[in-house]
């Protein structure tokens, strides 16, 4: 392909349409066509990235390899294609000005009065040209009419007409609800938002309508009608249960041939049979596992999103269907009992004291019952933090991030020279998190080491506490055991484990950010076993 291609998806009517999802399914289809796809995530908002974002604004901050805090959308990205991310995948409007404005502070702009057009939407698609691969998928967040998605969207129609319509390509995704009270369906939103973004020089090429089912040709052709756009270019996104299936749903509607005849594509073929034997795999599942996430953001789905995905990957390869429940860890501070139905228990990450006393009563309880566990990150301090509290007789034990005055800091923070820790001192919280992809070295006897197959992986990290050092010799000759440290840096704990328990096992990384439905991570794939174990199958 000598040409570069995009493809622009935007947003109309209401937020959280599932555009994240809608991409990566683009991107799965062309990929299984053969073709080198990339994708770029336009975010709105000022903030230079969500890493200081609170769960409930935005949802799970997906970490990359080379350590950038993004959208939890570069997740789907990941999880649907062979892709991986980078800080390149990822552009906010806040990082947008930051640079822009540091350009002319620089005088780089020699003289000119600094403007949304040309200066800024020159640089956004700068960003967008620079990404390798044949094809960039691009999607811009928020919805058609925020005035803070402006630059964005003046930015991908110049491109439009810089490269010639047979080299980008717009999609637009709108709702298209059901009035609950007659069963009607409402075409009226979708035919506001094409105007809305007919306004601004954008007339779709593909629209792409969530609904609650498959819309009919009435339908399609009524929206057709009044958008300007092919009968056969109006594709429904129904909702289904597994979002895996999307890829499935849009080959259906042929979305894949109207992509490669717009862009005048190499004519390929597009095979989903891999993709789908997974998918009747995970149809085909009787058996159930109880798993209980003990966290704070419990209320919130996307807060936990790569990890619920990865636990669905490993059900998915064990052909097993799961019960994930989420339990608030500040009820089970008063009833552990809550506990007594799961098959496995996951502590995950988190920032912050709240809710911490509640996972510690969790860990005890699992650690005594024989409950199959894993503690991510933050979940592995705490396994730490309770068992020197309740097995080692450190009542005061905690982490300088729940008290600063402790005389028993388990846990204290990390001083960082780039991504790499270095010491532990009291740094500001803003930018000092241990960020990204760094080798592991595995003790060769120990229960990991047979997870992995091997003593040494790769993995994710987001934290800001380490491990204090100071202690390590009092968990000589003990049950918990550090079993992994930093291949760098043997400072750095990066596994605990107790190989008499049936199941319990902390890692200070996220193994979940490296899951995928093709993939799926060996860590998740052994604690759903031992679940199965204990539930006795």
């Not at 402006?150 to 491109?159: G, K, S, T």
């Not at 609800?177 to 009607?184: A, L, M, Q, Y």
């Not at 009226?188 to 938002?193: G, I, L, Y």
């Not at 503690?375 to 396994?383: E, R, S, T």
Request: aromatic fraction near 8%.
């Amino acid at each position: 392909m000598n040409t570069k291609k995009y493809i622009f998806v935007t947003g109309g009517v209401v937020s959280s349409l599932g555009k994240g999802v809608a991409s990566a399914s683009i991107g799965n289809l062309l990929e299984s066509a053969g073709f080198k796809i990339n994708f770029l995530k336009l975010d709105p908002y000022l903030n230079i990235d969500p890493g200081t974002m609170n769960p409930f604004e935005h949802g799970e901050v997906f970490v990359t390899n080379d350590g950038a805090e993004t959208d939890l959308d570069l997740g789907h990205y990941e999880r649907f294609t062979s892709v991986k991310m980078s800080r390149k995948n990822n552009l906010t409007s806040g990082l947008v000005y930051t640079e822009v404005t540091q350009k002319e502070r620089n005088g780089d702009y020699l003289g000119q009065t600094v403007q949304v057009i040309p200066h800024l939407t020159n640089h956004i698609q700068e960003k967008i040209f620079d990404l390798p691969g044949d094809i960039i998928i691009c999607e811009v967040g928020g919805t058609v009419g925020d005035i803070e998605s402006l630059p964005f969207l003046e930015a991908i129609r110049q491109v439009r007409l810089k490269r010639g319509p047979e080299n980008a390509l717009f999609i637009h995704m709108t709702s298209v609800p059901i009035i609950s009270s007659n069963k009607e369906v409402k075409t009226k939103p979708t035919q506001h938002s094409v105007k809305e973004l007919l306004s601004i020089g954008i007339q779709p090429d593909i629209l792409m309508c969530r609904c609650e089912v498959l819309l009919s040709k009435e339908h399609t052709q009524k929206i057709s009608l009044f958008t300007n756009v092919e009968q056969k270019r109006v594709i429904s996104v129904p909702d289904v249960d597994f979002i895996y299936r999307v890829p499935q749903v849009l080959y259906e509607q042929h979305l894949h041939s109207l992509i490669i005849d717009s862009l005048k594509l190499d004519k390929k073929r597009v095979s989903l049979k891999n993709w789908n034997q997974i998918i009747d795999l995970h149809d085909s599942a009787k058996e159930v596992l109880n798993v209980a996430i003990v966290g704070k953001y419990t209320s919130f789905n996307d807060a936990y999103k790569s990890l619920h995905e990865a636990l669905i990957h490993a059900a998915t390869a064990l052909n097993i269907k799961l019960n994930l429940v989420p339990q608030n860890s500040e009820l089970i501070l008063n009833d552990p009992s809550a506990l007594d139905s799961f098959h496995v228990v996951i502590i995950p990450g988190g920032f912050g004291v709240r809710g911490t006393e509640g996972k510690i009563k969790t860990i005890q309880y699992c650690r005594e019952n024989n409950v199959p566990t894993i503690g991510i990150c933050m979940g592995m301090q705490l396994m730490l933090i309770e068992y020197f509290k309740n097995a080692l007789g450190f009542k005061n034990a905690t982490s300088t991030e729940y008290d600063e005055d402790t005389d028993t800091p388990i846990f204290h923070m990390i001083e960082m020279l780039g991504n790499t820790p270095i010491a532990a001192t009291s740094r500001k919280k803003g930018g000092t998190l241990r960020l990204g992809g760094s080798n592991i070295f595995i003790e060769e006897s120990s229960n990991v080491s047979k997870i992995y197959d091997s003593t040494h992986c790769s993995e994710r990290h987001r934290h800001r506490y380490e491990f204090n050092m100071d202690y390590k010799q009092h968990l000589d000759g003990q049950e918990l055991k550090i079993v992994g440290v930093a291949k760098n840096d043997p400072e750095l704990v990066e596994l605990v484990e107790i190989a008499s328990h049936n199941w319990f096992i902390g890692c200070q990384f996220h193994p979940e950010l490296k899951s995928t439905l093709r993939e799926p991570h060996p860590i998740f794939v052994s604690l759903l076993r031992a679940g199965l174990r204990f539930k006795g199958v």
